[in-house]
């Protein structure tokens, strides 16, 4: 992944909040497509226990709120933003984007979830969206919180990640960047020595989007697209 600038134009952002076009990734990309660089395919991970059983009738791109409820999901929101190309940097269009997590307590909405933590009944939990032209998706969100697995193991807070391109399809799992419980976990581990891939790579946000929020990009690689 090439560098990203650390702001963001009022333009831009207001763009990616009201949905007119998303979020134009600034810088690299155009740098790698034109030297033909290899990119690192993102590394598949287990797909986990709690993907949806029955997906919310309200399945769009925001998963802060949920049509006919007046309030909005608890925790910290989350504006998740990428690509999804391929190994050679091309942007993989029309490529299918699904979401799903704990809420901010880190529980899921599913019946096998044993978490005693609470449900938030405002909070979506799952989300879908296609790429653009330029192999673009977003994603509006909330930090997942931290859970326990067993005594020894608690798993940081991710997102859970399943890609359908035109050839090829990935689980995986994204990680929140400078999260200390990164380290001691097993997944993360299993990535292998380079995990750059699996990381977000943040973005200052500015008053427009508001500066309470995390601005995460997250470039997804598939080998062929």
């Known amino acids: 992944m090439g560098e990203y600038e650390q702001s963001i134009s009022r333009r831009r952002l207001l763009e990616m909040t009201l949905g007119i076009s ?22 598949g991970v287990e797909k986990g226990p709690f993907y949806p059983l029955m ?25 998740m933003t990428g690509r999804v190309l391929n190994e050679n940097g091309e942007p993989v269009r029309g490529a299918k984007v699904e979401i799903w ?10 019946p096998n979830d044993p978490n005693p933590a609470s449900l938030d009944p405002d909070f979506q939990g799952f989300g879908v969206q296609s ?7 977003r994603f509006k969100t909330i930090k997942p919180g931290a859970y ?16 359908s391109g035109r050839r090829d399809h990935l689980v995986t799992q994204m990680f929140f960047p400078d999260e200390p419980l990164n380290e001691k976990d097993s997944i993360f581990h299993a990535i ?8 977000a790579k943040p973005l200052t946000p500015t008053e427009e989007i508001g500066t309470d929020v995390l601005l995460l990009v997250y470039d997804i690689v598939l080998a062929r697209g």
């Open 148 to 163: 326990r697995v067993t005594p020894d193991w608690m798993r940081p807070p991710h997102i859970h990640v399943d890609v």
């Open 192 to 199: 292998g020595p380079d995990k750059s891939s699996a990381l």
């Open 55 to 79: 997906k919310p009738l309200d399945k769009d791109a925001d998963l802060t709120i949920i049509a006919g409820h007046k309030g909005r999901a608890q925790g910290t929101i989350v504006h």
């Open 22 to 43: 998303g979020l134009v990734m600034l810088g690299g990309i155009g740098t790698a497509l034109a030297q033909g660089l290899k990119r690192q395919v993102t590394p």
């Open 131 to 137: 790429t653009d032209a330029d192999g673009r998706y």
């Open 101 to 110: 997590q704990a809420n901010t307590y880190g529980r899921y909405s599913h």
